[in-house]
């Protein structure tokens, strides 16, 4: 591949790979993983940093990569030196995952981060649990108590994990990382049949004015209705938004 090629999948595919051992520690030190028994997937997987890693840490690993030219490489070095590892290539935003629960475990393009998280929560609630590297302002937005985190609540226990310095990658993008980690509840709060109860009073809820979540559901269902919520799901009147726990939310979709 001529060297402009390659810069531009390198840009567009937001190639920013880990050179950094301790940064590789930190990602994989994030998630518990089981060598006999997890199914573990990288996406984004480019020169195999992560999945090198994965590969005597999982029973199986499976390896999504968009461009063609490392998949290639990858597929090579799989099989040479990994006997569970599987590489897809193709776009992990499309790619089927596995149909047994499955943890992730990746570095994902900094171009498509956000949209993946969603995607896995979304992913019939197959995912176990997950630590990707994402851009700072990203993971602390996904795991704040914003309307993200609300909306899965109820079935994931999301978290901002270490930090890692823009100079753990090449080239070295512009914005430090973080690992988020991802934990699916066991059990869960609430069934997977009431999500789309449950995301539509949390956008309700966020998109009405007030000050405390009780003024807010006031004017999202009416009086009445939010003076029955509030008291069946034992809210402190006074709470706010960032005060509302995973416990709580359920509650609330419960009664609503
Ligand atoms: C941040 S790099 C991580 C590479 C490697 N895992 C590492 O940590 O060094 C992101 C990788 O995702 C690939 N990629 C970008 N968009 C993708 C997509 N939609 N589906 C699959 N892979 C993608 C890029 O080609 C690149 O190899």
């Known amino acids: 591949m001529s060297r402009t090629a390659r810069d531009a999948r ?3 595919l937001a190639q920013n790979f880990i050179v950094d051992e301790r940064a590789l520690r930190t990602l994989l030190d994030a998630v518990p993983l089981d060598a006999a028994r997890d199914v573990v997937v990288d996406l984004g997987a480019g ?3 992560v999945t090198a890693q994965l590969a005597p840490r999982a029973a199986r690993v499976l390896a999504v990569e968009r461009d063609p030219a490392w998949a290639h490489e990858l597929r090579t070095r799989a099989a040479r030196e990994w006997r569970n590892v599987e590489v897809v290539e193709g776009d992990a935003r499309a790619v ?21 998280v969603r995607r896995l929560l979304a992913d019939g609630h197959g995912l176990a649990g997950a630590a ?16 993200f985190g ?38 869960a709060l609430l069934s997977p049949a009431a999500f789309a109860a449950h995301a539509q009073l949390v956008d309700k809820v966020f998109a009405a004015s007030g000050q405390t979540v009780a003024a807010r559901l006031q004017r ?3 009086r009445r209705r939010a003076a ?20 709580v939310w359920a509650r609330l979709t419960r009664v609503a």
């Open 10 to 12: 390198r840009s567009a």
């Open 47 to 49: 020169r195999g940093a």
């Open 96 to 116: 089927a995952f596995p149909s047994a629960p499955f943890k992730v475990v990746a570095n994902l393009p900094f171009n498509a981060g956000t949209g993946l």
């Open 132 to 147: 990707v590297v994402l851009q700072l302002e990203a993971a602390r937005r996904l795991a704040g108590g914003g309307r």
């Open 150 to 187: 609300a909306t899965w609540a109820p079935w994931f226990e999301l978290a901002v994990g270490a930090r890692i310095p823009a100079r753990a990658f090449r080239p070295v993008p512009r914005v430090d990382a973080a690992v988020l980690t991802v934990r699916a509840r066991q059990p």
């Open 220 to 222: 999202a269902v009416g």
């Open 228 to 247: 029955r919520m509030l008291d069946a799901a034992a809210l402190e009147p006074r709470a706010t938004l960032g005060d509302v726990a995973p416990e």
